[in-house]
């Protein structure tokens, strides 16, 4: 910086500081040297999982300082004024391309190259249960439950999407459908046969030369039955 005094007098011959009248003091002038925005290091790109964190960050030189005005593709981002950007717990839709404007008023606005984030889908644990049920006429289908919890499925027994209704074995394959989660499970429905009660008749039949037959009466009814006499079907 240059300083300079100044004095003020009235009358004849020379100024200097024993004849002034007035004087004002230490008036200094500081002249800045303005430099543009040069970008010494360039955000970096990045590979995140669901729910971490993540940052960019630039490191740039210029007189006045530079101000920052970080952008996801092209877009500002409001409130990212900062040399550095932080991302907390990042989704799949925070994927995509960064950089920074930089300026300082010396030269045309910078902008840094563009560092793209890839955010991969997190895992999800996917639990099955309900396995086992009874034939009752009415379809059975497995419990499903998943961490973190109400995210989309797709269910399938034995390849269908339709829960089974009758007796048997069925392989159960389960798939999370959610932008920002990933995961499955497999495992098998069985649908136990249910008890049916058979009442027989016609036990107490008289000779009379003609071949005899009991009754088979099941609930619920309209079942199929197969009667043997001493181990043989006649």
Known sequence: PVTFRIYGFNGTGSPSANTANWRIDDVKLTVT??????????????????????????????????????RKDGVDIVGATADTLTLASVLTSDAG????????????????????????????????????????????????????????LTVTYGGSATAPTNAGSYAVEV??????????????????????TVTLGGLVQVYDGLAQAATATTSPAGLSVGLTYDGSAS
Do not use: H, M
Not at 103 to 112: A, E, F, I, K, L
Not at 175 to 196: E, K, M, P, Q
């Open 97 to 152: 391309a960064y950089d920074v404007v930089l300026s300082n008023g010396s030269g045309p606005d910078v902008t840094s190259s563009a560092a793209t984030l890839t955010v991969n889908k997190a895992p999800a644990t996917v639990a099955l249960s309900g396995l086992t049920a009874t034939y009752d006429g009415t379809p059975k289908s497995a419990t499903v439950t998943t961490t973190p919890g109400s995210l989309g």
């Open 33 to 70: 040297t303005l430099a543009p925005v040069v970008i010494a290091t360039q955000p970096v790109a990045q590979t995140a999982t669901v729910g971490t964190s993540v940052s960019f960050s630039v490191a740039a030189t210029g007189t006045p300082v530079p101000l920052y005005q970080w």
């Open 175 to 196: 798939t999370v459908v959610d932008a920002n989660y990933t995961g499955s499970a497999s495992g098998t429905l069985t649908i136990d046969r249910a008890a049916a």
